[in-house]
């Protein structure tokens, strides 16, 4: 009667043994059907190369891994850059003051002299009388506002009269230029007195003086300003 439940027990546990034995066999036969046909894939050229190319790349990433291991330990080795000191300045020894200069003494400017106005020179006269001869009125009219207040040097002509003024006073000199022509050429007011007197009609004289006006009103007429007018007689005999 002890037995009994023994017996139950190993029978229940027959079945239980029967699958792990047939699992045992399945899967040792698993692995040797696996070694055999590993054994006749690495056989043919395919699976050598296969195993090759398998090979050849767990190599490549051993090198990259040991590659990076030393580059790594390199870096961390490097020391790193030290700055150079710099030079540190000597000092310079502060001189004493030196006396200060006196200042010199500023020269006083000298004063510039302002200079005069020279007056434009006249043309010659028979240049002024060639041009009244071809000249229209308008043309004159523009070209006697340029002979205004124009200096004229030493012009020659011959004392056609000296006239006293009746009403204003004072002596008019009256010379022809040398046109030959009815109406003298030139006057000249308020010449003073002694030259006025010293002049004889019909001599030979040279003048210069600044120019009052042209005109073509009645004939070619040139006023002088008597102020600025010389009047020196020239010898006919040379």
């Known amino acids: 009667m002890d037995n009994e439940p023994?017996?139950?027990?190993?029978?229940?546990?027959?079945?239980i043994y029967k699958i792990l034995l047939a699992a045992m066999g399945l899967m040792t036969?698993?692995?040797?059907?696996?070694?055999?046909?590993?054994?006749?894939?690495?056989?043919?050229?395919?699976?050598?190369?296969?195993?090759?190319a398998i090979a050849a790349k767990l190599a490549v990433t051993r090198a990259e891994q040991t590659a990076i291991a030393v580059m790594t330990v390199t870096e961390a080795a490097k020391p790193?850059?030290?700055v150079p000191p710099t030079d540190t300045p000597i000092p310079t020894k502060t001189l004493p003051p030196t006396g200060t200069a006196l200042p010199t003494s500023t020269s006083t400017p000298?004063?510039?002299?302002?200079?005069?106005?020279?007056?434009?020179?006249?043309p010659p006269f028979s240049e002024i009388a060639e041009n009244y001869n071809r000249m229209t009125d308008a043309q004159w009219e523009a070209y006697a506002e340029l002979l205004r207040?124009?200096?004229?040097?030493?012009w020659e002509g011959t004392i056609r009269e000296v006239d006293k003024g009746e009403i204003f006073g004072g002596y008019k000199v009256i010379i022809d230029a040398g046109r030959d022509t009815f109406v003298p050429e030139v006057y000249?007011?308020?010449?003073?007195?002694?030259?006025?007197?010293?002049?004889?009609?019909?001599?030979?004289?040279?003048?210069?003086?600044?120019?009052?006006y042209a005109s073509n009103t009645f004939g070619l007429t040139i006023q002088f300003d008597g102020d600025t007018v010389t009047i020196t007689t020239v010898d006919s005999t040379r």
Do not use: H
């Open 188 to 212: 000249i007011d308020d010449v003073p007195e002694a030259l006025a007197l010293s002049l004889n009609k019909g001599a030979r004289v040279r003048f210069s003086g600044v120019i009052n």
């Open 110 to 122: 000298t004063n510039t002299p302002i200079p005069s106005s020279t007056p434009n020179l006249a």
């Open 29 to 52: 036969a698993c692995c040797i059907a696996l070694v055999a046909w590993y054994s006749y894939d690495m056989s043919t050229p395919k699976g050598q190369a296969t195993a090759t």
């Open 80 to 82: 790193t850059n030290t």
């Open 149 to 154: 207040g124009a200096l004229a040097l030493d």
């Open 6 to 15: 023994v017996n139950k027990s190993e029978r229940r546990l027959k079945p």
